[in-house]
């Protein structure tokens, strides 16, 4: 029973995680219509940033605060000098486009880092477990993360439900032109959402970046689990994000952990410790796939958002 | 049309005619790697020219396409792994598994459209991909080394570099005719037109889905050819050959060439294969000019290299 719960708070802290990258992945598809595949690269980006200042400072939070930063700041700087460029043109020329950034930033990235990767390390204070009910011990790390990321969930909800500038967000994601002519620098709106998705890309990198080893390539895997959740939350909607990353962190975790037991129940002991594997990695994409039969716009379509 | 002189007809023509007499100037300069390189152009120009039916005439964006190439592949793989290399059996259930694939991935992915469509396919890829390194029998995420090539009757030996060559392009010209017969008959324009707009195509009475569901099938299984040719070519399959990225390379190949253009394929993928032997001769970290230079092509160079030749429409 401890374990099963250690397992669900290990698939919240994941499903969070993946919030964050398809937060913004939806926010920059429903208000500007653009697909930007590079976001796994701003992901990858956060991550190295967060490694290099770290060792630069000395110090983990500080070097997550720069590197927040500075993935905000490469963010708004392709928005300038590309994907601005891109706005109403045809969705395969976005793929293209993006996809020739992948290339570029992986590239960069080995020349400037090399091959082999890098870690960052916890600072001692969060490498400890902390007692989160009685006789239940959890990661100080893994739950900081699942703070943090509540922490920007609720960020969002009041950036975009309560403020102007979230009211120019859900003003432009409807009518762009409108928007425009009622003299809103639309121009700069654009450039701050695409920034704001760069950054949360780069925070679910920076904080992922001690669980796993800093490498290239990293942002790709996990950027495609980001366009499951958006496709079956439905694109364009935070809620449906919200909902569909943590119901995929919690099918991908558990699942992984009970599926060659479940399995065992059938199949011999060989058969299902063979078959898990590859089965329990297809689980969020038979979701996809049955609420696409059932919903082909997804959970929550965009006009619900 | 513009007469037969056309730019565009002696582009093509010389085109053509350079790669059948290829394996003689290799013979010539004895230049085996010229050789072994264009086998592997030719081999991906087949399953770009398959994905151009549904991505150029049929307009589904599919970023899934490279899942057939690797299915393709894994069928011959199998197969030779467990003892049979009979060309006449590895083939056909290359095409039929394939077939069979871009049924259920069709099925489900063309209920959605638009951006839906393009992550979907891409998600389903992946989840092949994930099948596929899970074959821990089958080597794997190392991949499984094919010991020998397809096996077909007495003259017929794979092994030969130059006829398998022959062999390819032979496979390709044929390929390249089927895509030109389907479009220019009455289901390719169906599908064109469903292209253009569904909704009115469904309104005057045809069933959209099911045409648009055989067009993607008959991609597919062709794209499942062209993966059994590159098993055959490496001698080796990985679940790299159907990793997104090459995905991504037969929609860049597609796009370089020109879209909805029957020969823009076989130019964008010489095109892309030669850039990228080029830049990795000059540059180790070559992806970071190809990079940038896809995203010049998407911004300036719409038409690719078809519309570079010319205004007139194929097809």
New interface residues.
Partial sequence: MTLFIEQCLNGLQFGLLLFLLAAGLTLV?GIMDL?NLAHGSLYMLGAYFAATFAAWTGSFVLGAVLALGATLLVGMAIEII?MR??YGRD???H???T??????????V??IWGPSGMSLPLPSWLNTSVRVLPGIDYSAYKLSIIIVSLAVVVFLYFLVMRTRIGMLIRAGASNREMVGALGVNIKLLFTLVFGLGAALAGLAGLMQAPILTVQIGMG?NIL?LA??I??IGG?GSIRGAFVAAILVGLIDTLGRAYFTDLLRLVFTKETAA?AA??LS??LI?LL??IV??IK???LFSASGK | MSGWLSTRNIATVTLLLALVLLPVYVELTGSRFLLTLFTRIVILAMAAVSLNLI?GYGGM?S?GHAAYLGIGGYAVGILAFEGVYSGFVQWPVALLVSALFALLIGA?SL??R???F???T???A??TY??V?????YGGDDGLTIQDRSKFFAPVNLSNKTQFYYICLTLLFASIYLVWRIVNSRFGMMIQGARSNDTRMRAIGFPTYRYKLTCFVIAGTLCGLAGALLANHTDFVSPAMMY??RS?DL??MV?LGGMGSIFGPLFGAVALLILEEVLSGITE????I??????L???FGRGGIDGLLGKVRHG
């Fill in positions: 598809f697909v590309a460029r891109l969705h395969l020329d793929v293209l486009a996809f020739g950034l992948i290339l570029f930033f992986d590239e960069l080995r020349l790709e495609i366009f499951v958006t496709v694109i063979t594997p590859a990695s297809m994409y996809m796939a696409l039969v082909p716009e997804g | 991505l964006m970023f489900l209920r959605t638009g951006v839906y393009i992550m979907i891409l998600a389903f992946q989840m994930y099948i390194a899970g074959l821990a029998r997104w990225t991504g929609i860049i796009v970290y070559w992806q970071i190809l990079g940038p230079l896809l995203l092509v998407v911004l």
